[in-house]
Nanobody, 128 residues
């Protein structure tokens, strides 16, 4: 059974940092890309970042470039999202998602419909 479990969310003041984790199981980790999306109330999924677990390539949305860093520990089947310089507009539920390569990386890492598996989400709240 495929599982993606996010953790690390919470409440932080503007300018602060959080590190989200996405623990994966039930599939061959190296054969997948892991993406991070977020969803604020009343809004659609917004793509944040993606990592190709096979070659380590990373992708970022312009809104987080330079502030967020995605990384992967293939030995632990876990992807991390280090979020620095957080802003109130970063407040959302953050989801990780998995797609078998080349899939999302080839067709568009930012398209949520490319991803086959999703976690349950973790809330990030940034206070001003």
């Amino acid at each position: 059974e495929v599982q993606l479990v996010e953790s690390g969310g919470g409440l932080v003041q503007a300018g602060g940092s959080l590190r989200l984790s996405c623990a994966a199981s039930g599939f061959r980790f190296d054969d997948y890309a892991i993406g991070w999306f977020r969803q604020a109330p009343g809004k659609e999924h917004e793509p944040i970042s993606c990592i190709n677990n096979n070659d380590g390539s990373t992708y970022y949305a312009d809104s987080v470039k330079g502030r967020f860093t995605i990384s992967s520990d293939n030995a632990k089947n876990t992807v991390y999202l280090q979020m620095n310089s957080l802003k109130p507009e970063d407040t959302a539920v953050y989801y990780c998602a998995a797609d078998q390569l080349p899939g999302a990386v080839y067709f568009g890492w930012y398209d949520d419909y490319e991803y086959d598996y999703w976690g349950q989400g973790t809330q990030v709240t940034v206070s001003s």
